[in-house]
Nanobody, 124 residues
Framework: QVQLVESGGGLVQPGGSLRLSCAAS????????IGWFRQAPGKEREAISC????????FYTDDAKDRFTISRDNEKNTVYLQMNSLRPEDTAVYYC?????????????????WGQGTQVTVSS
């Protein structure tokens, strides 16, 4: 049974940092690209980053590239999202997902399995 479980969210002050984890089970994560998305209340789901299956090439949106870092630990079957310099507008539920095929890593429709999400709240 394929599962993705996010953790590491919470309440953080502006300028703070969090590291999110995405623990995979039921499949070997290193053979798949894994992406991170987020969704704020009343807004559409938006892509943040993706790490590929082979050499671990990383992709980021313009907003994320200077503050967020995606990485993977193949031994732990886990993908991480390190988030620094957090802003109130980063407040959202963060999801990880398994990429299926195609080239549009930022398109949520090209992912087949999703985690339940973890809440990140940036507030003073």
């Amino acid at each position: 049974q394929v599962q993705l479980v996010e953790s590491g969210g919470g309440l953080v002050q502006p300028g703070g940092s969090l590291r999110l984890s995405c623990a995979a089970s039921g499949f070997t994560a290193k053979y798949y690209a894994i992406g991170w998305f987020r969704q704020a209340p009343g807004k559409e789901r938006e892509a943040i980053s993706c790490i590929t299956a082979d050499v671990g090439t990383t992709f980021y949106t313009d907003d994320a590239k200077d503050r967020f870092t995606i990485s993977r630990d193949n031994e732990k079957n886990t993908v991480y999202l390190q988030m620094n310099s957090l802003r109130p507008e980063d407040t959202a539920v963060y999801y990880c997902a398994r990429f299926t095929y195609g080239t549009a890593w930022y398109d949520w429709r090209e992912y087949d399995y999703w985690g339940q999400g973890t809440q990140v709240t940036v507030s003073s």
